[in-house]
Every structure is written in C-alpha cells, then in structure tokens.
C-alpha cells in the first residue's frame, strides 16, 4: 500500500480507497471516478497520488476540442519521453492510442477536471466505454481516474443508461471535512469561535489557502478576521461564493439563481416560499431548483414526519454568508466600506447565518454521536413538525432509529437549537408535548431522549433535571471528533 504523503491533511480514507486502486496489478482496464464541489482538494490529493506512485497526470482546462486534444498529447509525449510528438485528430484516436501503450504507463492514467472535456466533446465517454470493453478481451493493463467538480456533470457519468454505466471499480466522492475536523485543520480550539468560523467558510479545505492561512485568534479577533478575509475584495475569498454559482455548466441566469439562494437563506425553505420571495409561481421553478440541487449547492431534506414534505437548504456555508451578509450591501463592499456593513449586518449574522448553521451542525452531530447519548445507532437524522389538531411543533433534531417492518418505528431523540438563548424548561416542554402526540400516532416513545442543544447555555432549573434531559452544549459539540 502506498503511504499517504504528510503534507496531506486527514483524508485517510479517500487515500486508502485510491491507494488500494492503484496498487492493483490488473489484467484488465479499471476505471475510477473521483468527484466533489470546487475546492475540497481533489487536485492536490490526486496530484500527490500519481507523484507517490509515477503516473500519468493531465489537468483538463476549459477549451475547445482542439485545443483539449494539443494539450493532452503534450503531456502525455513528454510522460512517455516520446521521440517524436504526439498528435491526435480526434478523441477517437488519443484515447485508443492511450490503450495501445498502456504496458509503457507507469502507473495509473488520472484525467482531472474530465467534465470540461466532456462539455466540448460529448462523446468522449462512448469512446473510454469503447475501449474499456475492449481491454477486458484484451487483457489490456491499465487503471484510468477520471476527476471532476461539475457535481451535475459527474454525478450523471455513472448513472442511468449512461455509457460509463457498470464500468467503475472504483466511486469516491469528497466532501468537505465534517465540522470537528474543520475545527483542527484551521488550528482553532474554542467551540464558540470554531461555530462561528464554521458557520462561513464550512469545511472547504481551500479556503484557509484563500486567506493565506490566517486564523481568527480568538473571539476578539473574530470581527477583524471577517474584514480582513471574507469582506476584503482584495482576497479570492470575497468572490467566491459568486463563482460558485457561475462555474457549474447548467447555470445560465445567474441572477435569478441567486434570488433562489437568497430565498433560502432568509428562511423561505418550501418550493412555495421560495417561488413568493422571488415573485414567480412554484411551477417556473422546478428546474432552477433541480439544477442547483445537481450542482450539490443546495440539498433538500425531508420532513421525517410529514410524507412528500421536504424544505431546501443551501449546502455551503459561504453561499448563505454571501446571500445574506453581502450580496445586499455589494457595491458598497466593492467600494471598500465593509466595517459599517458589517456592524450593521451583526444581527443577521447570527439569526439568518450562524443560527441555522448550528442547527445543521447539532443534526450533524446527532448523526455522529457515538449510541450511548441516544440508546442506539440513527436510521436517519433530519428535523421534522408535528402536527396535532391545530398544533404544529417544529422539532429541529430529529433522531430516527433504523425502519423495521411489521414494527413502530422508534424515536430515539427529539431535540431543540437555540444559538443565542439559555435554554429552559418551557423548551423541554414543547419537546415533551412533541413526543406525545408521536405516541399517539404509532411511533414507539418509550425510550426518546429530548435533547437541548445550545449556544448559550441552560438555566438552573434545567440543569437539575439534566438526568431526564440531554443538555448537549458546545463543549459537547465537539467532543464527537
């Protein structure tokens, strides 16, 4: 097995996957495909890789068919040390020439950004699902990673009746690190502060490269580390979040697409809600909303007790930074003035932005929580309302256990968020009322733990009655990592 560089942060388990991939001695073509949003390192992990194991990398850049084909027959010449150039008329032609020497390779043959190429000559997966089928006859040795960050793109290669369809032995997707670890890789140590730096930059590894490694240092520097970093349009990261948007391939009107995104990030989550803000009927939507789903920046969760009730949210952070902090004062940012903007815009921050972020973050944690703190591993994790005559309880953690038929399912935690407020009794309460009308619906209550998560705190009298009641504050946040 390949020893994973020490210069890579975590991704141990990316980087056993790939390097089991590659230290395979195959007699037959093997296909992989690596996929994830724009700046969780694939680049950089997969670079590593073919440098620990001497293979042929070509980084795909947005580029006519022409061009894409002079480009790669470049590298790959001077890979092979040919004595003569290479030269391609036609994809048909390179990728079968990359088969015919692929006893010359030296390792495995890793395409990233592939969803470029794809998108100036569609038929180029045909054309690799061609000469994969051949190679199995053939007995043609060689190993082929195929990279992109076009989720919409990427996620369809695999899928359906698509050509690479069946062909893969290898599927990784990489996903931002999950908030404990974001908390270790930007060096910070205080949950409170970790929240809060969490709650913009997510756990985009790249991210720390944009503000040239700088850490907030402490709460106090909180603020300044804002306009220094994410409100200073001297740094990558000021724009980011627009890119974001405009470099996914299905996205054409970008400004309608961000009143979708600012829709959802003022708290409009329903296909409903969403359709009143930006002033359109929920049926013109249904496509934008798909593509933005596609393209991973918003998900859509379910309402675990509400068949066929779901509510959209956006999946970056920054995206919800950006929506709700800048988009609305931009031209004054441009202009330089972000320190007023950004007093003025505190409120906001921690209502529309780090409060439902610390929500995601407590199912988060739900779903990572070892089984002692709610009785048994999840089945699924998400927030749900119940509904009792004209009642409708809003639950904001709720911890499912695992379905099985012929039997009630289990509710094995309801739990309450507040980020900015000592939680009380009068919120076990509400929980307590929620449980009860689950019982009486058929769910199995018996051993639900109600559970308050909190920024803040929880007052005395909740605290002597925490037997009964979890208090999860955020020093327990992060004790899961």
């Known amino acids: 097995m390949i020893a994973k560089p020490d210069h ?57 068919e022409t061009e894409s084909l002079a480009l ?20 048909d032609e390179a990728v079968t020439y990359l088969f015919s020497v692929a006893a010359s390779l030296r390792g495995p043959v890793v395409i990233d950004e592939f969803s470029y190429l794809c998108k100036a000559s569609p038929a180029l997966p045909s054309i690799l699902q061609r000469e994969l089928d ?20 990427m996620g369809g290669l695999l899928g359906g009746s698509a050509p690479l369809r069946g062909r893969a032995n290898l599927e ?41 490694d700088r850490s907030p240092d402490g709460l106090d520097d909180f603020d ?16 980011e979040a627009r890119y974001l948007l405009e470099e996914e391939a299905d996205v054409r009107d970008t400004a309608l697409y961000h009143s979708i995104l600012a829709a959802v990030a003022s708290g409009n989550n329903t296909r409903g809600g969403i359709a009143g803000y930006i002033g359109r009927k929920a049926a013109d939507i249904g496509h934008h909303l798909n593509v933005l789903e596609d393209s991973c920046l918003i998900r859509r969760d379910a309402d675990l007790f509400r068949r066929g009730r779901s509510r959209y949210r956006i999946a970056e952070p920054l ?64 927030a749900g309302v119940v509904s009792g005559g004209r009642e409708q309880i809003e639950v904001d953690v709720v911890v499912l256990g695992p379905a099985i038929p012929g039997e009630p399912r289990r509710v094995l935690s309801l739990g309450e968020c507040k980020w900015g407020e000592a939680m009380g009794v009068r919120h076990v309460d509400r929980l307590r009322r929620a449980r009860d009308l689950l019982g009486g619906r058929g769910y199995d209550v018996r051993d639900t733990v109600l559970a308050c998560y909190s920024g803040i705190g929880f007052d005395e009298r909740l605290q002597d009655n925490s037997d009964s009641i979890a208090l999860i504050g955020l020093d327990t946040l992060y004790e899961v990592d």
């Open 72 to 91: 790669f027959a470049n590298a790959l010449s001077e890979y092979l040390d040919a004595p003569v150039p290479l030269r391609f008329t036609g994809w």
């Open 224 to 239: 300044d580390w804002v306009l220094e970093t994410v409100l200073d349009p001297g740094t990558p990261l000021f724009r």
């Open 134 to 153: 051949r190679g199995v006859s053939r007995h043609t040795p060689i190993s082929i990673l195929l990279c992109g960050s076009a989720m919409s793109v």
């Open 172 to 212: 990784l997707v990489l996903r931002p690190f999950e908030y404990p670890l974001a908390a270790r890789f930007w060096g910070v140590t205080g949950p409170r502060l970790a929240v809060l730096l969490h709650a913009i930059v997510g756990g985009t590894p790249a991210y720390r490269r944009f503000v040239n």
């Open 8 to 64: 890579l942060f975590d991704r141990d388990y990316e980087w056993r996957h790939l390097a089991a991939f590659v230290s395979r001695e195959p007699d037959r073509p093997q296909l992989g495909v690596v996929s994830g949003r724009r700046r969780q390192g694939k680049t950089y992990l997969l670079e590593a890789l073919t440098r620990e194991c001497d293979g042929f990398y070509f980084g795909a850049t947005e580029a006519t």
């Open 319 to 382: 995206i919800v930074f950006y929506e709700v902090v800048m988009r609305p004062r931009w031209g004054l940012l441009e202009s330089g003035r972000a320190g007023p903007i950004w007093a003025d815009a505190a409120p906001r921050f921690s209502s529309q932005v780090v409060g439902p972020h610390f929500e995601q973050m407590c199912r988060e944690f739900a779903m990572l929580a070892p089984s002692r703190f709610f009785g048994d591993l999840p089945g699924d994790v998400g």
